[in-house]
């Protein structure tokens, strides 16, 4: 199975701030097909996961631009320009390249 | 509206079985396929398994292989989780989610609300 790897597993941000969060992969999520299929996740309190990047660093519908994805291959970094109230939540890692799919740890994200 | 809505919580002794369903609509159903997520209390969410609810090709992850079965009814757009014999660890919420694959795109969207799932004593 691919391990997912994220640092840190807890960010205290100031508000207006930005914030940042690691996923590394234990194996090159470049699919056969030429693409890398990885994705990030929110997670609110009490609520199911949400979509926020796929393909690396594509944006999903309603996802404001201060949120960005990139990386390679490997090594994947999710940011958040200047951090919200509603921002706070877990954010994921995920593979979608090879099967089984894979999370990251999850990153909590909280306001100091 | 494309939305996957998910059977409500159950609460379960040892040893029960149990079925919990997740309905799509707003798309078609058999196009795509249907992944299954556990999330325990207060930790990170794991992979279970996947399937073609037009075939019933399905895939598990190693952890969760022969403990639990995925199935799907294509007549009535609804995939489903279950276990034969419940145990007090598979005390979780459960996501199903839809995996949207187009040329060069593959990703999770929607997500059902979650099926809470008790099991104790």
């Known amino acids: 199975d691919i391990v997912m790897t994220q640092t840190p597993l807890s960010s205290p941000v100031t508000l207006g701030q930005p914030a940042s969060i690691s996923c590394r992969s234990s194996?090159?999520?470049?699919?056969?097909?030429?693409?890398?299929?990885l994705s990030w996740l929110q997670q609110r309190p009490g609520q199911p996961p949400r979509l926020l990047i796929y393909k690396i660093s594509n944006r999903f519908s309603g996802v404001p631009d201060r949120i960005s994805g990139g990386g390679a291959v490997t090594d994947f970094t999710l940011k958040i320009s200047r951090v919200e109230a509603e921002d706070v939540g877990v954010y994921y890692c995920m593979q979608p390249t090879q099967f089984p799919y894979t999370f990251g740890q999850g990153t909590k994200l909280e306001i100091k | 509206e494309v939305q996957l809505v998910q059977s409500g919580a159950e609460v379960k002794k040892p040893g029960e079985s149990l079925k919990i369903s997740c309905k799509g609509s707003g798309y078609s159903f058999t196009s795509y396929w249907i992944g299954w997520v556990r999330q325990m209390p207060g930790k990170g969410l794991e992979w279970m398994g996947i399937?073609?609810?037009?075939?019933?090709?399905?895939r598990y992850s190693p952890s969760f292989q022969g403990q639990v079965t995925i199935s799907a009814d294509k007549s009535i757009s609804t995939a489903y989780l279950q276990w034969s014999s419940l145990k007090a660890s598979d005390t979780a919420m459960y996501y199903c989610?839809?995996?949207?694959?187009?040329?060069?795109?593959?990703?999770?969207?929607?997500w059902g609300q979650g099926t809470l799932v008790t099991v104790s004593s």
């Open positions: 194996q090159s999520l470049v699919h056969s097909d030429g693409n890398t299929y």
């Open positions: 989610a839809r995996r949207y694959t187009a040329m060069g795109i593959v990703w999770f969207d929607p």
């Open positions: 399937i073609n609810p037009g075939d019933s090709d399905t």
